[in-house]
T-cell receptor, first 109, second 117 residues
């Protein structure tokens, strides 16, 4: 079956770095998405990886290893506003997004 | 960037009534729109995939007669919750894929919070 695993919750300190891991198993693979979702709001797109390697976009970076079925989202210089849920989603061969349950990130001062 | 709107943002209704939620792509054409439901502290659950001009494809366990989806144009899809009950109270989110993009990124609407009394 298709499955996405990511930690339920993580805590980090303002100004620090945090890495949120995601492992996936899908029928075919057309890319890995990371979304940010604040409480009570819809998800917003952060990144997309389809090739192995690291994609950097400002304070956020996303990494993909297709052979390992593994991705991570790296957040640097954490700010209080980064407190949110981070959703990992893999796109299968039918271009359907398979969603993880999300990682709730708590930032402490 | 691509913008998706949803209307209404929130709605409270009595049990047994029907509620219509609109999803619009404002600055792009969306061949495919998706409807999700999210209960508190849970992940997004895909309800159905809607392609313009054809019938929606519903996920297993989603009643197509209860959740009516219409995708009449490339910029509008509607979800009608018929005979709503308190257990239908949830956060309903639509998303749209822009025609011709290389990775079928989904752009999300702001969501509609439905409370059924």
């Amino acid at each position: 079956g298709q499955n996405i695993d990511q930690p339920t919750e993580m805590t980090a300190t303002e100004g620090a770095i945090v890495q949120i891991n995601c492992t996936y198993q899908t029928s075919g693979f057309n890319g890995l998405f990371w979304y940010q979702q604040h409480a009570g709001e819809a998800p917003t797109f952060l990144s997309y990886n389809v090739l192995d390697g690291l994609e950097e976009k400002g304070r956020f970076s996303s990494f993909l290893s297709r052979s390992k079925g593994y991705s991570y989202l790296l957040l640097k210089e954490l700010q209080m506003k980064d407190s949110a849920s981070y959703l990992c989603a893999a796109m299968d061969s039918n271009y359907q997004l398979i969603w993880g349950a999300g990682t709730k990130l708590i930032i402490k001062p | 960037g691509a913008v998706v709107s949803q209307h209404p943002s929130w709605v409270i209704c009595k049990s047994g009534t029907s509620v219509k939620i609109e999803c619009r792509s404002l600055d792009f054409q969306a061949t495919t729109m998706f409807w999700y439901r999210q209960f508190p502290k849970q992940s997004l659950m895909l309800m159905a995939t809607s392609n313009e001009g054809s019938k929606a494809t519903y996920e297993q366990g989603v009643e197509k007669d209860k959740f009516l989806i219409n995708h009449a144009s490339l910029t509008l899809s509607t979800l009608t919750v018929t005979s709503a009950h308190p257990e239908d109270s949830s956060f309903y989110i639509c998303s749209a894929s822009e025609t011709g993009t290389d990775h079928n990124e989904q752009f999300f609407g702001p969501g509609t919070r439905l409370t059924v009394l």
